[in-house]
């Protein structure tokens, strides 16, 4: 398997500044061009690293995650990454080595390797090898249901069986690294992956947003009625209800990391909601 990673550095001053970046009320395309140097940023309480904030909380659009390109060089790490309260996060890495420190347990992390870890965990990260590292951290702050707990694992890509969708013969299908009936969860992050040719043949229309990252291949996407061509190495970040719909363009399969938002209840109530129903009488 394989797994786009940005390089960074820059375009050559005779190169066109044309590009495919696209900033819409329902969607935004962040193209793998756009991922140089001049646009990543240090991270508190990191050392060797840098990284691309793909995505974040944006009042009207998107709010429920943020998204980041994470690339530490060898000897680098964080030894308190995560530090707001009440936040939880997957790692996947798509290149090099990553030395996970997890509640009192050690993994080494390389291409394909996932992580879940829950809000409140203790946990630390460190490249230990001689290359680069780089790995995809999505965040979320975590909203307790009831009844349930949720525990850190981790595990790898290439030890999860995809799930055919019915009826597509293979043409569609998505790894699933947490059960959807686990009320636990409030995010799944998946890969899906499609086979030449193959498509979502609905627009898909729905509460959950979206960050989808492309890991592999190309593919033509619909998004609120525009037709918009990715490929290995590009970011999408669809608000709630953005109509979305794709064809796989081959000629091998077309595999992004998709994160949505489950399981919960629609919150009507708090105090950002009160003040605004007040507003109108």
Request: glycine share 12%.
């Amino acid at each position: 398997m394989s797994y786009y990673t940005p390089s960074g550095g820059l375009p050559a001053q005779s190169e066109l500044l044309t590009d495919r970046a696209i900033v819409t009320e329902a969607y935004t395309v962040i193209p793998k061009g756009v991922l140089r140097d001049i646009v990543t940023s240090n991270l508190p309480g990191f050392t060797g690293t840098r990284a691309w904030i793909l995505a974040r909380p944006i009042a009207g659009f998107a709010t429920t995650f943020s998204q980041l390109i994470v690339e530490i060089a060898p000897g680098g790490g964080a030894d308190w990454p995560e530090r707001e309260e009440g936040v939880e996060g997957v790692l996947f890495v798509t290149t090099g080595q990553l030395t996970l420190e997890l509640e009192g347990e050690r993994y080494v992390l390389e291409a394909g390797g996932y992580a879940y870890i829950a809000a409140g965990a203790d946990w630390a990260i460190s490249n230990e090898g001689a290359e680069l590292t780089s790995f995809q951290w999505i965040r979320k702050a975590y909203e307790p249901l009831e009844g349930y707990e949720v525990a850190s694992f981790v595990t790898r890509d290439q030890d999860v069986a995809p799930r055919e969708m019915p009826g597509t013969n293979g043409a569609w299908a998505t790894t699933r690294f947490v059960d959807p009936d686990d009320l636990a969860h409030d995010m799944h992050v998946n890969i899906v992956t499609f086979q030449p040719g193959g498509v979502i043949p609905f627009a898909e229309t729905h509460v959950m947003e979206h960050g989808l990252f492309v890991l592999e291949g190309k593919g033509v996407y619909r998004l609120n009625g525009d037709w918009v061509e990715v490929e290995a190495g590009d970011f999408m970040w669809l608000r709630a209800f953005c109509p979305q719909a794709c064809y796989a363009g081959g000629p091998g399969p077309f595999r992004y990391l998709l994160y949505k938002d489950v399981n919960r209840q629609v919150r009507l109530t708090g105090p950002d909601l009160a003040r605004a129903a007040s507003r109108w009488g």
